[in-house]
């Protein structure tokens, strides 16, 4: 069963267009996190919900709106896209914020603006 | 500031030899330490962390680091290289100033060679 789960994995669009990406986990934590993996591998993260409430929003383009429905689910919502916004977005859980806990990543979302 | 660095891009080695990625963390607070791994076009897999435990942490696939707060460094080793190690590798810190963030480093690329 897989723990971190996000749909699509390949997604090629154009610029200008509206796009979501999904995401849920099956291992009962309570907090959530969109990362983004530029060209050179670089990861930072985006936002972090914990039990559905904003926790932190890392600067990112208004443009971004994440929406968690419930505990399970962290989905981001890209509007207007631009071609920057081409990278590998990952989701990832944690049990809470606590500074042991591990974070588990999905698969990632591989994003190509054209 | 928390901050990482992997002070290798890329690292070489023939099967059945040594490992080493190098990684040293800069932290005001405590630290959590994390090695992360991404093999091609996959996510990112946890291969071992210290949270204030032992120092010697022992992970997955036969990895271990050592984590040294004198020299804040938090090296990852494993003895023989398999073809299957080829992949790249991430330092992640996390601190009690700022536990719901990772802070990753630039990434190490290993190559195994036959």
């Known amino acids: 069963d897989t723990a971190v789960s996000q749909t699509p994995k390949y997604l090629v669009t154009q610029m200008g267009n509206d796009k979501s990406i999904k995401c849920e986990q099956n291992l009962g934590h309570d907090t959530m996190y969109w990362y983004k993996q530029d060209s050179k591998k670089f990861l930072k993260i985006m936002f972090s919900y914990n039990n559905k409430e904003l926790i932190i929003n890392e600067t990112v383009p208004n443009r971004f709106s994440p929406k968690s429905p419930d505990k399970a689910h962290l989905n981001l919502h890209i509007n207007s896209l631009e071609l920057g916004d081409s990278a590998v977005y990952f989701c990832a859980s944690s049990l809470d914020p606590g500074i042991g806990n591990t974070i588990y990543f999905g698969e990632g979302s591989w994003l190509t603006v054209v | 500031a928390q901050s990482v660095t992997q002070l290798d891009s890329h690292v070489s080695v023939s099967e059945g030899t040594p490992v080493l990625l190098r990684c040293n963390y800069s932290?005001?607070?405590?630290?959590?330490l994390f090695w992360y791994v991404q093999h091609p076009n996959k996510g990112l897999q946890l291969l071992l962390k210290?949270?204030?435990?032992?120092?010697l942490v022992k992970g997955i696939n036969g990895f271990e680091a050592e984590f040294k707060k004198s020299e804040t460094s938090f090296h990852l080793t494993k003895p023989s290289a398999h073809m299957s190690d080829a992949a790249e590798y991430f330092c992640v810190v996390r601190t009690s100033y700022n536990t719901d963030k990772l802070i990753f480093g630039t990434g190490t690329r290993l190559q195994v060679f036959p």
């Open positions: 210290y949270t204030s435990a032992a120092t």
């Open positions: 932290s005001s607070y405590s630290p959590s």
